[in-house]
């Protein structure tokens, strides 16, 4: 089986072909195609994502893609299976640029459609190139969510908790702003904070103790703005003292509500996904937890962690084994929450 991905829903403009081979229970997945394009450039000097440009990018850059994607694989559109596009959430008008793209391929070269969850694509990526089984335990951690999840299967997951204000990776983000640090900010502040001291400043840790699995992280937004103001300057060690005291922060409010969801739902293995699990001192901090669990932390290789194309086809590979297609008149979903999924 073979599948096109198709992933706009963000800053990337992403294409990927993924074949799998095995059948079930497990099936082995293996990316022949893999074609990114950051817009990074377009966005950097508003210090974010605008919307506007974000599409028209989309729309400039996705026939191109699809044929790069094509080329390197060495198929026609014949030799596919499906069709996967992201459906949402997202920014509208990216989402509306790789669905239509998906809808129109589907439609000419007479293959099925399917429109993936982006979240249910992250969530699932692991399976791609680990061998995990459903029911897991999930940690989706991105730019725009952060959640705890029991996942059964596609479109089949219980949501255990989530973020009452901010996601995890827009408090990178925001943090790398205040400190100057550029944008992206995750992998920025990772590697500052890979010099500083993470016991120099105290900051405060949102929900911590508290029973549940919710999170929330403006309370340590507003304290790292307030720390960067009090900061004097010339003081050489600061940036990195202050990501490395965040990032051990981060660590300790997602490890405390890691552990108690493995209470709420007990399971032998914890995955992180998302942007924000590329982070690999907060992946070291989760396998430590998962292991005081009994359980294994499994994660996708960091470059299947950011948003991409291959997650896409997977989750569509996964729909499509399951019969799980969707019609042509499927509209774009800017909200799509994934644990009311479970009838599509
Ligand atoms: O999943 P993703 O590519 O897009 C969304 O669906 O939101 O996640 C992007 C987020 C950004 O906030 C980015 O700063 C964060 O993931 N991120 C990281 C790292 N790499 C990316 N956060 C912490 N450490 C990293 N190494
Ligand atoms: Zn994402």
Redesign the pocket.
Known sequence: MRVLGIETS?DETAVAIVETTAAAPHPVGRILANVVYSQLTEHRRFGGVVPEIAARAHLERIDGLVEEALGTAGLDLADLDGIAATGGPGLIGGVMVGVMTAKALAFAHEKPFIAVN?LEG?ALSVRLTEDVTFPYLLLLV???HCQLLTVRGPGDFTRLGTTIDDAV??C??KTAKLLGLGF????A??RAAAGGNPGRFSLPRPMWRKPGCDFSFSGLKTAVRQTVERLEAGDRSAIADLCASFQRTVGDVLADRCANAFAMSPSPTLVVA???A??LYLRRRLEDLAARHGARLVAPPVKLC??NGAMIAWAGIERLRLGMVDALDFKPRPRWPLHSDSAS
């Open positions: 963000c982006h992250h991105s730019g725009g990776g827009e990178f983000d992206p900010g995750g992998p502040v990772e998302g942007g924000v590329a982070n950011t948003d």
